[in-house]
């Protein structure tokens, strides 16, 4: 049937065009984002240019689709399966923009022939003052069963992530076992100690983890310290730390030293644990 495909693409100056890209890796029941975290825009760009226009009095419905990876084909649900986009999938367009604020799938990309989908967007009305606005399509993309998101890691980790959310740390498994019996629970407990006995931490996880480790450090050192600081006061020192113990400032018999100048990090960092 016609209406189970996107027409050919035909000479047109005018098209639709999502925004931005999407946000990845998308999973099921999860709302579909940008890359920016923000809902989905849809916009007509001029064809040649790729410039945004607002087309005076163009207000239209637009219809969100499935389209397959490498078909025209719109992707339909599964026999007895629930609509495979819900949310905002009808929305309209206002001087040149369509908002799609809350939007998932019910199923994961698995099924279907190339393994991913693309979003398609298309106005009810194929022209405007008789110039025909052609479809929105996005980047090909897979869809994750939701129980992915579990155990999924994240890029960057936060510091109050817990330790498995890091690579090479499996959830439950038998090195977040031996961190969790250390103390060591979350990716500020692990750079803080990676940073202040580092051999602990090698003691902790044992040889399995020993060539593991430094893909493991390297994802970890990903994170975001934040603007939060530490304060040590001892006798004639001030010494300036950021969350994983690492040295920022000291102030030592009233000259201040930045983290190149001190002598001596491994003692400051002892007097601090």
């Excluded at 016609?2 to 100056?13: D, G, H, K, T």
């Excluded at 991913?116 to 009305?125: E, L, S």
Aim: with cysteine; hydrophobic share 35%; glycine share 8%.
């Amino acid at each position: 049937s016609p209406s189970l495909y996107f027409q050919a693409l035909e000479p047109s100056s005018l098209k639709l065009n999502f925004s931005k890209k999407l946000s990845l890796p998308i999973f099921t029941g999860s709302k579909i984002t940008n890359i920016e975290s923000d809902h989905l825009q849809i916009v007509v760009v001029k064809t040649r240019s790729g410039s945004r226009i607002a087309p005076a009095n163009l207000s239209q419905p637009i219809k969100i689709l499935m389209v397959e990876e490498f078909e025209s084909n719109i992707v339909k649900e599964r026999t007895g399966k629930r609509l495979l986009l819900t949310g905002d999938v009808n929305v309209t367009i206002k001087n040149g923009v369509a908002r799609v604020e809350d939007i998932e799938f019910t199923d994961n990309s698995n099924w279907i022939r190339s393994r991913k989908f693309r979003i398609g967007a298309k106005v009810a009305q194929w022209t405007y003052h008789g110039v025909r606005i052609r479809e929105a399509i996005t980047e090909a993309f897979v869809v994750k069963d939701h129980r992915g998101e579990l155990y999924k890691k994240h890029h960057p980790p936060m510091l109050e992530d817990e330790v498995w959310r890091l690579g090479k740390i499996g959830r439950g498994g038998n090195f977040c076992g031996k961190l969790a019996a250390s103390g060591i629970k979350t990716v500020q407990d692990f750079l803080k100690v990676s940073i202040v006995e580092p051999q602990k931490l090698r003691r902790i996880l044992g040889t399995g983890m020993s060539e593991k480790m430094w893909d493991t450090m390297k994802h970890a050192r990903t994170c975001s310290m934040g603007s939060k600081l530490y304060i040590f006061r001892g006798q004639n020192c001030i010494i300036i730390l950021n969350p994983i113990c690492q040295v920022v400032r000291a102030t030592i018999n009233g000259q201040t030293f930045l983290t190149r100048d001190l002598p001596n990090l491994n003692g400051l960092k002892r007097a601090y644990s």
